[in-house]
């Protein structure tokens, strides 16, 4: 691409985000003053990897519940885990509340990406996004709908992820100085509606002209991506253990998958392995069936076991009424238990 043609991307691009920009409840209106600091950060740890239908009622929820970063920053961290269950990827859940509480402490939101990033759980992406969408600052913005865009504009045909260090330096020579926040949401934008992952569409493109992608005949092929390998399979158990109109649950540790959140009991599957099969009560439980549950790494097939004990339970948790189970903040695979357990036992 020419020297040229790049310097003419910033205000095509804008000229389109401000007939066509997308209305989202954490945005301010294209050339308004900027967003909520609070707003942008939670918005985009909540976006990392999740999509932004599955997004907004989360943000409702937590911008109603904690309206203010100091809020967030009082919380208890098991209200906001609970609040988050079903999200995924709970460690951001915790580096969230981490971040609250730091920033409450120093008085507000650092406005330069290098003061960003040593808040907790802030990788190179969020601090760039909330450097340019909440202060102005011009900071170089690569998401996976921004990588897209970049790596089509200027035909980027390394592989991922090593392609990641060219297409940051592409998205360097078309960002301006100003109007960066607009201009990256602009770039998310576009990708999101028009330069999508499968059928592009270039014939509404306002950067059809300039696109080098375009010009090979087959924009879709970028940006190219290495051949995906197989996930492990895991197997595990977890118990419905009953009593009294009660379910036991636990609190899993800090660290590791699902860290922190409250669960069912289970016999120590991992991404590195399956579980050992032992129950913490004694005596033959009723197998229910199998729940199956996608993580990054591995896909598990979870066996969910039910006892119904008056015995006493070996380590730490709590008698929670069945009846009230949507509120325990179940992450995903142990909702999926839930429901599985709920329904063999008619009270779905």
């Not at 580096?95 to 609250?100: D, I, Q, T, W």
């Not at 996930?231 to 636990?250: D, F, H, N, S």
């Not at 990054?296 to 339970?313: D, M």
Request: aromatic share 8%; hydrophobic share 45%; with cysteine.
């Amino acid at each position: 691409m020419t020297a040229t043609a790049t310097a003419t991307i910033p205000d095509k691009l804008l000229g389109w985000y401000d007939a066509h920009a997308r209305t989202l409840p954490w945005r301010a209106p294209p050339g308004t003053p900027p967003p909520d600091p609070y707003r942008v950060w939670l918005s985009e740890v909540m976006l990392q990897q999740t999509t932004v239908a599955a997004v907004k009622p989360y943000f409702a929820k937590f911008t109603n519940s904690w309206p203010t970063v100091e809020a967030l920053a009082a919380a208890p961290e098991e209200a906001v885990m609970a609040a988050w269950a079903g999200l995924g990827y709970y460690s951001r859940a915790r580096n969230l509340v981490k971040a609250a509480r730091a920033v409450a402490q120093r008085g507000g939101f650092p406005d330069t990406v290098e003061e960003l990033r040593k808040l907790p759980g802030l990788g190179a992406y969020t601090a760039a996004a909330v450097a340019a969408i909440a202060f102005g600052r011009r900071a170089v913005v690569v998401d996976a709908n921004v990588e897209r865009v970049t790596a089509r504009l200027f035909a980027i045909a390394e592989p991922l992820p090593a392609a990641r260090k060219a297409i940051r330096a592409a998205t360097d020579t078309i960002t301006p100085d100003a109007r960066a926040g607009d201009f990256a949401q602009a770039m998310m934008d576009l990708g999101a509606t028009l330069c999508t992952a499968r059928d592009p569409k270039c014939l509404l493109c306002p950067l059809s002209a300039d696109c080098a992608g375009r010009a090979t005949g087959e924009p879709a092929q970028f940006p190219v991506k290495a051949p995906k390998q197989a996930k492990p399979m895991r197997t595990g158990q977890c118990y419905w253990i009953e009593r009294a109109g009660a379910v036991w649950l636990v609190t899993r540790p800090p660290a590791g998958m699902l860290g922190g959140m409250r669960a069912l009991p289970d016999d120590g599957w991992s991404v590195h392995g399956n579980g050992s099969g032992q129950s913490p009560v004694t005596g033959a439980g009723e197998p229910l069936g199998v729940v199956r549950h996608g993580f990054t790494h591995f896909t598990l097939e979870l066996s969910v076991v039910r006892h119904q004990t008056a015995a006493p339970i070996a380590g730490e948790g709590t008698w929670w009424p069945i009846d009230r189970i949507e509120d325990a903040g179940l992450p995903t695979l142990f909702a999926k238990a839930a429901r599985l357990a709920l329904a063999q036992s008619g009270e779905a």
